[in-house]
């Protein structure tokens, strides 16, 4: 007899009145909010401006509902188009089966569009949303509890989930809570990406490929414990397969782009600084360290281009003339001076003599 488990609702749907308010959508509509939200803060941060996250997320989210909606019919298409199976299933999103994969490939398709409109670069974007993605996903997750849906093998364990539907061939018992450990692994991607992305000022999208990288990691191995029916090649799950691929896509990625283009975007949104005013703490540092070495580089021009001025202290008001050559000038101003005053005695001497004459 189990001592403790995760209890499942007793049913993933409430009504408010005649609406439906199912647990499934309304997980996926949080972590939108809070991607969003994530997103618009990292992105003034880097000098970008207020809304222009929520303005490309108009573009994204609807495509990656769609592309989510087609990876996994078209992976699971047993479920809607085999013998007894209603093909209009496969349009009911809200009761559950969105692909990762292909949420954030088309939902990458959508911020591409949304983006190239406002004139923002799609990298620069990709690493402000990357840490606010992972959060979505981690809230969306626990859309599957809702739906008792996508848990792992059998286990006794205390944080095991009770299982008590029966449809399509659900055993009632206690499992592995995969949706939790998912769920808690993607919070530890966004806080991994966040840190990174302060370390080492990730940049060019190489943000989002620790995200994506990070993210396939731990879904490998979750995969693996999942009991639900999928494709199996070379004994592996399909999801597995494609987990490490693009695990290896996102590694490549950065190590080409770090080498290709260092650093970070020194303007993620044109003419953001002008209109808003706000460039935000890190675009203000680069700003600062760029003065900085344009100033030091201005003078060690004028000092290339004037040696003659090199180790001269400088007053105001006046003109800047090297110790060695006031030397010389004094000595003539002297030398002139005495030549006039033996002028003066001379005239002095003759009209004296004119006298005395």
């Known amino acids: 007899m189990e001592l403790a488990f995760i209890p499942s609702p007793s049913r993933g749907v409430l009504y408010l009145g005649p609406v439906p308010l199912r647990g499934y959508a309304f997980c996926i509509i949080i972590g939108v909010f809070v991607a969003v939200w994530l997103g618009n803060k990292r992105w003034i941060a880097r000098g970008g401006r207020s809304g222009t996250v929520a303005d490309i997320a108009v573009w994204a989210v609807p495509f990656g509902l769609v592309g989510g909606r087609l990876y996994h019919v078209i992976t699971d298409y047993q479920l809607y188009f085999s013998e007894g199976r209603d093909w209009v299933d496969a349009f009911k999103v809200w009761e559950g089966g969105l692909g990762i994969w292909g949420a954030i490939a088309f939902g990458a398709v959508g911020a591409w569009i949304g983006a190239r409109r406002r004139g923002v670069p799609m990298p620069a974007y990709a690493d402000a949303v990357a840490p606010g993605i992972a959060l979505a996903q981690a809230i969306g997750r626990w859309g599957n509890w809702f739906n008792q849906e996508l848990y792992g093998k059998p286990t006794d364990l205390p944080w095991a989930v009770e299982i008590t539907s029966t449809a399509d061939g659900r055993l009632p018992g206690t499992y592995h809570p995969t949706f939790l450990y998912e769920s808690l692994w993607c919070i530890g991607v966004a806080l991994l990406v966040i840190w990174a992305d302060r370390r ?57 782009s770090a080498r290709m283009r260092p650093g970070r975007e020194a303007v993620v949104e044109p003419g953001a600084e002008s209109a808003g005013g706000d460039a935000g703490p ?40 090297p110790e060695a050559a006031k030397a010389p000038e004094d000595a003539d101003d002297a030398a002139a001076a005495a030549e006039d005053e033996k002028d003066a005695d001379g005239v002095k001497n003759g009209a004296d003599s004119a006298k005395k004459g």
Request: hydrophobic share 45%.
């Open 200 to 256: 080492f000022r990730l940049g060019h999208g190489r943000a989002f490929a620790l995200y994506v990288a990070a993210y396939c990691a731990g879904r490998f191995w979750i995969e693996y414990m999942r009991v639900d029916d999928a494709h199996h090649i070379l004994g592996l799950r399909l999801n597995n397969w494609t987990a490490l691929f693009v695990f290896l896509l996102a590694v490549l990625y950065m190590v080409l």
């Open 282 to 321: 890190e675009g203000e540092k680069d700003a600062e360290k760029d003065a900085k070495e344009d100033a030091g580089t201005a003078s060690a021009d004028t000092a290339a281009d004037d040696p003659d001025t090199a180790g001269t202290e400088k007053t105001p008001g006046k003109t800047d003339v």
